[in-house]
């Protein structure tokens, strides 16, 4: 059971008596903060509040060749990860962004070019690769099992 504690610096203090744990919450209801004591909760939204990026920042995930428009909502300052949520999607739009790990930058004007110039590239490999399609599908005399005047028992 929670029982919300109080608000602090702009964030929710929530105490949790099933974890016995204080939980601090952004205005979205966002976890970004834990602890044993009020107090140490109070310190987090204090750290928080004192940095100098707002809520939401624009910003690109790279996940291997493909770019993802979204924004960071939310950064949790105990698993120092960041909820992300995606500009196009409606099913599935959040994920929890590992920001040891997982690549994402901020959605500036340079970025925004980068991002345009890798869609229309990708664009191109979708067209190139539905070129090599009709090109093979014209490929003539299969050797297949009628090819040897056998029947397939399928």
């Known amino acids: 059971m929670e029982t919300k504690i109080g608000e602090v610096k702009g964030y929710t203090i929530v105490y949790d008596s099933r974890d016995r744990l204080f939980c601090l919450r952004d205005k979205d209801g ?5 602890g044993a004591t009020q107090e140490e909760v109070e310190k987090k939204a204090d750290v928080l509040a004192k940095q100098s990026f707002k809520f939401p920042i624009p910003a ?4 291997g060749r493909y770019l993802q428009k979204g924004k960071i909502t939310s950064f949790n300052i105990d698993n120092k990860s960041a ?3 995606y500009e196009d999607r409606t099913y599935g739009s959040h994920t929890k962004i590992h920001l040891r790990h997982d690549k994402v930058h901020e959605l500036t004007p ?3 070019e980068i991002s345009k110039e890798v869609t229309a590239r990708r664009n191109k490999i979708a067209e190139i690769e539905t070129e090599v399609g009709a090109l093979i599908s014209k490929l003539e005399k299969p050797i297949n099992l009628s090819y040897f005047g ?3 028992t399928y």
């Open 30 to 34: 966002a976890d970004v903060g834990s």
């Open 60 to 63: 690109l995930e790279s996940t």
């Open 110 to 112: 340079q970025n925004e």
């Open 83 to 85: 909820q992300f949520v």
């Open 150 to 152: 056998l029947k397939d």
